[in-house]
């Protein structure tokens, strides 16, 4: 009962940030801060993440298909095909859960503590609207970030493989460009605006509803991190059966 009670919360407060809104001589300025915040304060971690990874990703790729009757250029072609389809967009979004969603969980969780959305609800602010819109509006620049990711991911496994020695710079770039699908960069991004607002709202319902002290905060956002991670999943396996079927 307690979990369709939070559930139906959640869908009240999704409507609900978007009613009465906030002056956009305000909002601009939150939406500005978020944008810092979320997307500008991730790049480092997106980038250090990605580069690494993707050589990882290259060099297992190429240990397990050393035979000589397979050719190099597939080294290229399954490390496309792992970052795009699948690492930038949802793993490094369930990264992001713990780093930008615990942020927006802990923001909004002190918040709540300290009776500062209290105050804005006596003074006729749409509380919901004045602290998740922006964080939303802000998220959707995501898909700028997971840009980053798939570049950065893809060059990772290029230096890996030339610098490992596993292929040449031209056979992995081959490998890079070959049947390549259009369709699968529209279905990570398509999947990267759905993890966005995904970002946006649980961590910010389980922060605007927390109760209790600077404790709850912390198990607050603890929660927000594993719900927001599960949802992702999920998610990413029905987007995947319904786009890609």
Not at 139 to 151: G, H, R
């Amino acid at each position: 009962m307690t979990y369709l009670h939070n559930i139906g919360s959640y869908f009240l407060m999704t409507i609900e940030m978007f009613r009465k809104p906030t002056k956009w001589s305000v909002m601009k300025q939150l939406i500005l801060k978020d944008i810092d915040d979320l997307i500008i304060g991730s790049l480092g971690i997106a980038a250090f993440i990605s580069f690494f990874v993707g050589g990882v990703i290259t060099i297992q790729t190429a240990l397990n298909i050393d035979n000589p009757l397979i050719p190099d250029y597939l080294v290229g072609y399954a490390t496309r095909q792992s970052i795009i389809l699948e690492f930038a967009p949802t793993f490094m979004s369930i990264i992001m859960a713990g780093k930008v969603g615990s942020f927006i969980t802990s923001s909004i969780g002190t918040m709540r503590v300290t009776e500062q959305i209290d105050a804005l609800e006596v003074m006729g602010i749409n509380s919901l609207n004045y602290l998740i819109f922006p964080k939303f509006a802000a998220l959707l620049l995501y898909p700028f970030v997971i840009s980053i990711a798939m570049f950065l991911g893809i060059l990772g496994g290029l230096a890996a493989c030339v610098y490992g020695g596993f292929t040449t710079f031209e056979s992995y770039v081959y490998g890079l460009q070959d049947d390549f699908i259009v369709f699968h960069v529209v279905y990570a991004f398509i999947k990267t605006l759905v993890f966005a607002f995904i970002l946006a709202t649980i961590p910010s319902f389980h922060g605007y509803y927390m109760k209790g002290g600077a404790l709850e905060v912390g198990k607050a956002s603890t929660t927000s991190f594993v719900w927001t991670s599960v949802v992702i999943i999920v998610i990413n396996y029905f987007l995947t059966q319904m786009l890609l079927s």
